[in-house]
């Protein structure tokens, strides 16, 4: 059975860092890239960040970039996102999804098919 467990969301201050995990069941990793969305109350879910199972093409949402980044360890089927000088309007519950018919990183929630629980990331100002 496939499992995405994310982890590692809290609360924190504008301007600080978190790192999110998000471990996958054996299986779930292999030759699949990865994702990681958010959704804020209110709102629909959104892409913020993507990983080709290789590790060499990473894809951002605009609001992201230069602030996080998304990376994999494959041997430990494992995907991570570090966020650094998180704003207010990073307030989200954040997911994991693993797209498994796709090895190329993609923005389109239309092609994950598998999902984490969810981690809250709260920023405060």
């Known amino acids: 059975q496939v499992q995405l467990v994310e982890s590692g969301g809290g609360l924190v201050q504008a301007g600080g860092s978190l790192r999110l995990s998000c471990a996958a069941s054996?299986?779930?990793?292999?030759?699949?890239?990865m994702g990681w969305f958010r959704q804020a109350p209110g709102k629909e879910r959104e892409f913020v960040a993507a990983?080709?199972?290789?590790?060499?093409?990473?894809y951002y949402t605009d609001s992201v970039v230069g602030r996080f980044g998304i990376s994999r360890n494959n041997a430990k089927d494992t995907l991570f996102l570090q966020m650094s000088r998180l704003k207010p309007e990073d307030t989200a519950v954040y997911y994991c999804?693993?797209?498994?018919?796709?090895?190329?990183?993609?923005?389109?929630?239309?092609?994950?098919?598998?999902w984490g629980q969810g981690t809250q990331v709260t920023v405060s100002s």
């Open positions: 999804a693993a797209a498994s018919r796709r090895t190329t990183s993609t923005d389109r929630l239309d092609d994950y098919d598998y």
């Open positions: 990983i080709s199972w290789s590790g060499d093409s990473r």
């Open positions: 054996e299986g779930t990793f292999t030759n699949n890239a």
